[in-house]
Each structure stands twice: as structure tokens, then as C-alpha cells.
């Protein structure tokens, strides 16, 4: 059963982050940011926050450096909504899983072709 914890958790962080990032901060530098996982530790005190973010390279690593300046109002946020002893500690990464799957989707559009002629 206390497996199930961390990605009840992980869940609902989720959504609350989402509400939070669209709604709540105001930073210029936030683009159009999608969270699309959080995975939560064992003993819930810490929590990696996977998302992408629609734009270039440099727009992306814009808004990794706004929502890391955020992340203690993020943070208290969270812990106002999500009732935990403890808050986790929350560090954001960019889910790269997307842009590997449209590079495998590539290949094999290319391979198709290539089998094709």
C-alpha cells in the first residue's frame, strides 16, 4: 500500500503544479509549460518535475531558470494545497521523451521510404 503513496502524490502535485505554473506565477520568461510527470521519492521529500515547453532552446532554458527562481513560492504553494507534513523539495527537468519519439517516428518514416524505392 505505500507504494501506491508516492504516485498518489505524484499525481496530484501534477495537476496542482500545472494550475500553479498557468495561473499563479507571472514571470515573462514562463512560455507555454507543460508538466507532464512528477516522480516523488519513497519518503516523499523530494520530487523531479518533468516538462516541455513549447519554443526554442533558448526560450526553454528560460523558463527552467524562472521556475527555478520561483520554486520557493512554487513550493509553499504546493504545500498549502497538498496537505503533507513535508513538503518535497521540487527540482524541474525537460521531459525529453517526446522529441525522442518523433526521432524515432523520423527513422522509421525514412526507413519505410528507403524499403519503399
Do not use: C
Amino acid at each position: 500500500m505505500s507504494n501506491n503513496r508516492p504516485s498518489r502524490v505524484g499525481e496530484l502535485m501534477k495537476q496542482e503544479l500545472s494550475d500553479i505554473i498557468s495561473r499563479k506565477i507571472k514571470d515573462p520568461r514562463i512560455g507555454f509549460v507543460t508538466v507532464t510527470d512528477v516522480q516523488v521519492t519513497g519518503d516523499l521529500q523530494q520530487a523531479k518535475v518533468y516538462i516541455t515547453v513549447l519554443g526554442d532552446e533558448e526560450q526553454k532554458q528560460n523558463t527552467l531558470l524562472a521556475l527555478a527562481k520561483a520554486n520557493g513560492f512554487i513550493r509553499s504553494e504546493i504545500g498549502h494545497r497538498i496537505r503533507l507534513r513535508k513538503t518535497p523539495e521540487i527540482s524541474f527537468e525537460f521531459d525529453e521523451s517526446i522529441e525522442y519519439g518523433n526521432r524515432i517516428e523520423t527513422l522509421l518514416e525514412q526507413l519505410k521510404k528507403n524499403s519503399e524505392t
